[in-house]
């Protein structure tokens, strides 16, 4: 018996010794594992995870994009008629200034294809004459903004902007069928575009990099004018210039009585990024 308690006994005290040794070692790991005040844990010493990294303050602020629309025309004047469709694109760069303000650069294209009726009368066989047109157009456009956000809606996910833009650009028509002489397009080369025009965009952000907007030009306020160059006929006609107030009230009412004008009552659709 009295071996028994003896073997007992040496196995209770190397067991002990045994503990105490363990615990020495667990102690000396977690001051080896703890650093400038962080302690790892056993996950971070297997698999050690990377910091995430800041983003620049310039990318916070920095954004892109791309804008579209495509739509169709029905526009009716005095002796003239004039329908079709265009289609345009026009990326954007911009920069947020603050949570209220944002300003930027478009800059882009369209391609716009046109049927233009011309009604005159002709007085010596008492007549009204017709003549159309197919007339093929490309042109471009430079357009400085600013904006500034009146609203949010929906824990901030919908925005109601005012922009206020600049725009300059240049048209080249091209007709590619139908008799000119007489016409508006008779010896024209190009036409320069240039106006400044305030109206509302809505935006509608999906996530913390893509926000979708609609601009609501019809509802725009402003100024237009064009300057339309001509080759040197026989008459002296070299340019022209035109200019026009945009109401949106004006506008509405032509609206309403079908009277579309190209580029001024379409939606405009479009995507920011950030980076």
């Not at 000396?28 to 996950?43: H, W, Y």
């Not at 990318?59 to 009716?76: A, P, V």
């Not at 240039?194 to 601009?215: A, D, L």
């Amino acid at each position: 018996m009295n071996r028994i308690y003896v073997l007992l006994a040496a196995v209770m005290l190397s067991a002990a010794a045994t503990m105490a040794q363990n615990t020495h070692i667990a102690e000396e790991l977690a001051s080896v594992a703890t650093i400038a005040g962080e302690t790892k844990t056993a996950e971070d010493s297997i698999a050690p995870k990377a910091p995430d990294a800041e983003v620049p303050a310039w990318k916070q602020k920095l954004y892109y994009g791309y804008n579209f629309d495509i739509y169709f025309h029905n526009d009716s004047r005095s002796g003239e008629k004039e329908n079709g469709w265009s289609f345009s694109l026009t990326p954007e760069i911009g920069w947020r200034v603050n949570e209220r303000v944002n300003v930027g650069l478009r800059f882009g294209g369209t391609f716009q294809n046109s049927v233009v009726t011309y009604s005159y009368y002709d007085n010596l066989a008492d007549k009204t004459y017709t003549k159309d047109l197919r007339v093929m157009y490309g042109s471009w456009e430079v357009t400085p903004y600013g904006r500034y956000r009146l609203k949010t809606l929906f824990n901030d996910k919908v925005g109601i902007w005012l922009e206020g833009h600049l725009y300059a650009g240049m048209e080249y028509p091209r007709v590619m069928s139908g008799d000119i002489k007489g016409t508006d397009y008779d010896g024209l080369r190009h036409s320069v575009t240039y106006g400044v025009q305030i109206s509302p965009v809505i935006t509608y952000q999906f996530n913390k990099k893509s926000t979708f907007q609609i601009f609501f030009s019809i509802m725009s306020l402003g100024y237009s004018g064009s300057t339309f160059f001509y080759e040197t006929p026989e008459d002296g006609r070299y340019c022209e210039f035109t200019n026009d107030v945009i109401l949106f009230s004006g506008k509405l009412r032509n609206l309403i009585a079908n009277q579309f004008t190209p580029g001024l009552y379409g939606l405009k659709f479009g995507v920011q990024k950030s980076f």
